[in-house]
């Protein structure tokens, strides 16, 4: 599966943006999804992940009650929504899938190519 992340951009400190992850090639209903981020030089951070029909999601304790995760099958679309963000929220974000609910906050098999948001004081 082909995955594509878009939506980022920049923000001022307590603005929102939606991240999109529009995937190709497969179904998504296959896979459990996932939201990383990454600043330069640092290790990539789990940020969110869905099963696949949606109803069980999980976030990262930094990210909880702001980020919403959320998941059209029917569009093959995945989406980040992002409320309250923080300067510390500015770096690239990259989407993910996997087969198995197991390990979503470490290894995943599909990556999508990253978007950059900057949240601004």
């Known amino acids: 599966v082909q995955l594509q992340a878009s939506g980022g951009g920049l923000v001022q400190a307590g603005g929102s943006l939606r991240l999109s992850c529009a995937a190709s090639?497969?179904?998504?209903?296959?896979?459990?999804m996932g939201w990383f981020r990454q600043a330069p030089g640092k290790e990539r951070d789990f940020v969110a992940a869905i099963s696949r029909s949606g109803g069980t999601t999980d976030y990262a304790d930094s990210v909880k009650g702001r980020f919403t995760i959320s998941r059209d099958n029917a569009k093959n679309t995945v989406y980040l929504q992002m409320n309250s963000l923080k300067l510390e929220d500015t770096t690239v974000y990259y989407c993910?899938?996997?087969?198995?609910?197991?390990?979503?906050?470490?290894?995943?098999?599909?990556w999508g190519q990253g978007t950059l948001v900057t949240v601004s004081s």
């Open positions: 993910a899938a996997r087969s198995l609910w197991d390990g979503i906050r470490v290894e995943y098999d599909y």
């Open positions: 090639g497969r179904t998504i209903r296959k896979y459990v």
